[in-house]
């Protein structure tokens, strides 16, 4: 059973979500929030394997409560922002933050579901393309230095570093294997590695990183 947690200030919006979610025979609501500080300590209190979190939020938004969430319970609930705006700032802000992906508020209900269960298993939600937008559209407007950089890199292998350039360009296990002549497996076992060295949530962490120590480049 996925046991889900659902952040909004739009009580209409919380019922919706309730309702589809109830009719999932996997799935479980362990409670609502309509506040980031609520959700931190709900979180805490019934420990959800998703949060399904809104971003503009009054007094503490779901960016800060992502923040709040991760630091609370690194090992925690996976997020998955829920946003009208498919390329919103606050979005990049969120993933860098740990969610682990992002919705629209207007996706399909099946789709939702399947989000919420992809985001269960460990896996990220965002496509490659969206997330390289995403943080190409953030660098080159913000005008900020790379928070990253790239001697973070060295704890890396060669294999590995290359492994890495490829999914920040989008490419799967299976597209990554092809192109460096390795068995799926293989691949598979150096992204753990990858993350792990990395402490790195996930792939969309790893892309996120990718570009912020400059390994890719925006417009690349």
Known sequence: MIRVLLVDDQVLLRAGLRMILENAEDMDVVGEADDGATATDLAVQTTPDV?????????????????????ALPDGPRILILTTFDLDEYVYSALRAGASGFLLKDTLAADLLSAIRVVAKGDAIVAP??????????????????PRTEAELRVLTDREREVLELIARGLSNAEIAGRLFLTEGTVKGHVSRILAKLALRDRVQAVIFSYECGLVRAGA
């Not at 399904?52 to 007094?59: C, S, T």
């Not at 779901?62 to 630091?71: H, P, S, Y």
Request: aromatic share 0%.
């Open 51 to 71: 949060v399904l979190m809104d971003i503009r939020m009054p007094e503490v938004d779901g960016l800060e409560a992502t923040r709040r969430i991760r630091a």
């Open 129 to 146: 393309p969206v997330t390289r937008r995403l943080i190409e559209r953030h660098i080159a407007t913000s005008g900020d230095p790379l």
